[in-house]
């Protein structure tokens, strides 16, 4: 059964930096494409970033591009997310997620098969 287990999120001022961390086991995590998704108080949840399986090729919103950076330690299955000069509208609880299919592309919500429980950000202004 797979198992996904956030944490590192906080309470931090605009500008400052955190790292968020996803634990997974159940699975051969270097097969899976991995991402991160967000969701706001009182919004639909969000793509973050992405990583693939083949090369860690990386893909990211619009709205964290050049400030975030998502990596993954296959060898210790964690998936990673660096978060810096992080702004009000960071706000979330994050999720990381696991691709429903191994050695295949996963781009949208709803080709990431397993959740973890999420890991809540806060960006004070």
């Known amino acids: 059964q797979v198992q996904l287990v956030e944490s590192g999120g906080g309470t931090v001022q605009a500008g400052d930096s955190l790292r968020l961390s996803c634990a997974a086991s159940?699975?051969?995590?270097?097969?899976?494409?991995m991402a991160w998704f967000r969701q706001a108080p009182g919004k639909q949840r969000e793509f973050v970033a992405r990583?693939?399986?083949?090369?860690?090729?990386?893909h990211y919103a619009d709205s964290v591009k050049g400030r975030f950076e998502i990596s993954r330690d296959n060898s210790n299955m964690i998936l990673y997310l660096q978060m810096d000069s992080l702004k009000s509208g960071d706000t979330a609880v994050y999720y990381c997620?696991?691709?429903?299919?191994?050695?295949?592309?996963?781009?949208?919500?709803?080709?990431?098969?397993?959740w973890g429980q999420g890991t809540r950000v806060t960006v004070s202004s």
């Open positions: 159940g699975l051969i995590f270097s097969r899976y494409d």
């Open positions: 990583i693939r399986w083949t090369r860690g090729t990386t």
């Open positions: 997620a696991e691709a429903s299919q191994e050695w295949t592309i996963a781009k949208v919500e709803t080709e990431f098969g397993a």
